[in-house]
């Protein structure tokens, strides 16, 4: 079979709550404190896979990683929580955090066509700057190692040491005429967000693409504004996104956008760059409704689709944007808006739910990938067995956390997954 474009989304785990923890990310700090609803989140991401599997595409889907982590905890000294501190009572939520659904930040990968040695490549990222985050590569990569398995079309990487913060796909584009082309990949990074931290550190992106074997003169190394960091793009793919030859970012997403736009046309004379400009949505527009953290995706028919939040089809001035691009007869040719607001409520949307894969899917281990009978028995358990609601002070609670862990198992014995109990 062909090389083709493979979405894997996360399920949202059983523990999805609403703890506040990730600085600037401003959808996560607003709703923290909030009740979470994680059995509709797991559906909403469930009823976005089956969308896009019935547009013709491929569809993979990674399980929810083992929570609470009593190795993040006991690794800590936190055996035991002292109520009284808030400080212990953070970290116990960091071993509750379900933030591993957002597989944008499971590993970068680059495909075989762009690779010294002709195989696809995952590293996994360390996501060091947050401390819920920081603990999830360990599982993660051994969840990547075992759907991605064949090691003569996959190499999968460990995390870049934690010397320089690495997060994935979500600071990680390519670009190229076809999935199964030659691409040019284009690594974002970061240095400066005002009160906010830049996540992606230079050095992890040039040693993700050293490690893979990338062709230096395919490779762009591009800064991230500090303007779009500081307003909350505390990730790129907050303000930007591509697919094969397009571009779709907005105005003010890296520091040196003229430059940018002239080393990809350089390298790849058949790149359309479409630009939203900020007199027509403002950066603050763009990050709370996350149009640019959106699936642009190549249809069947060759159109490109733009999967979006529902709050982005709702704000006036996307919306707006939207309705004038397609009437102009731009790249994007169609949009679809998705209800993923439990996700969004945390600081997820449809383009953080997943790691998009270039892959022939016969080389992929089947248990990830989903049919619409698959997506119906994952259903079946999520109606089962996720809580229906979770309010942050009653994370530790042991009753919980067996409902967390029971679900999950059951989760995994449906998906034939035992393994990665």
Known sequence: MPLVEINFDGLVGPSHNYAGLSLGNLASSSHAGEVSYPRAAALQGLTKMR????????????APLPRPNPVFLNALGLGSI????PAQRRLRAAAWSASAMWTANA??????PDTADGRCHLSTANLVT????SQEWPDTVRQLRLAFADATHFA???????CFGDEGAANH??????????????FVYGKTGGAFPARQHEQASRAVARVHGLDPARCLFVEQSGEAIAAGAFHNDVVAVANERVLFA????FADPEGTYTAIRERLPEAEIVVVPASAVSLADAIKSYLFNAQLLTLPSGEMGLVIPLEA???????AWLDGHVASNGPIRRVFPVDVKQSMANGGGPACLRLRVVADPSTVDPRFLLDEARIARVEAVVAAKWPEQIDPVDLGRESLAQSVITARAALLETLELRELA
């Open 130 to 133: 947050m401390p819920h985050r």
């Open 51 to 62: 969308h896009n599997l019935g547009l013709g595409l491929a569809q993979g889907l990674f």
């Open 107 to 112: 590993a970068t990968v680059s495909p075989a």
């Open 313 to 319: 089809w709702e704000m006036p001035s996307v919306r």
């Open 250 to 253: 907005h105005e003010q997403a």
């Open 82 to 85: 002292d109520e009284a501190d």
């Open 156 to 162: 999968v990487h460990d995390a870049v040491p934690a």
């Open 173 to 186: 584009m390519r670009m190229c005429a076809a999935h199964d082309a030659p691409g040019l990949e284009i």
